[in-house]
Nanobody
Framework: QVQLVESGGGLVQPGGSLRLSCAGS????????TGWYRQTPGKPHVRELV?????????DYRDSAKGRFTISRDNAKNIVYLQMSSLNPEDTAIYYC??????????????????WGQGTQVTVSA
């Protein structure tokens, strides 16, 4: 089972940017499908997928993330990133990465695996 560690969260003002990192204990950057999830204060028992990258590098995003978030990976470092820009208070959440499966190259086809990290807190506030 792969161990995952998220980092890069913090406090940012509305309109700002952050880059989150997901480091795996073994290769997650390829060819493993990886997703970034978030758990918001308003829905503490729900983790919603915001971005996914397939085994061949195809990326897809939930509508709320399209145009603002970019998922990418560094094969050499075994890290998957989530670059977030134009952040707003609704993006405040604990962000988690996950290694799973994808049966089609869109985020709705992502199925999470069993490994989760501890998450990283993102707070967007003035």
């Amino acid at each position: 089972q792969v161990q995952l560690v998220e980092s890069g969260g913090g406090l940012v003002q509305p309109g700002g940017s952050l880059r989150l990192s997901c480091a795996g204990s073994r290769s997650i950057s390829g060819p493993r499908p990886t997703g970034w999830y978030r758990q918001t204060p308003g829905k503490p028992h729900v983790r919603e997928l915001v971005a996914a990258i397939s085994s061949n590098g195809t990326t897809d995003y939930r509508d709320s993330a399209k145009g603002r978030f970019t998922i990418s990976r560094d094969n050499a470092k075994n890290i998957v990133y989530l670059q977030m820009s134009s952040l707003n208070p609704e993006d405040t959440a604990i962000y988690y990465c996950n290694v799973g499966t994808m049966h089609c190259p869109t985020w709705v086809c992502y199925t999470p695996g069993d490994s989760w990290g501890q998450g990283t807190q993102v707070t967007v506030s003035a």
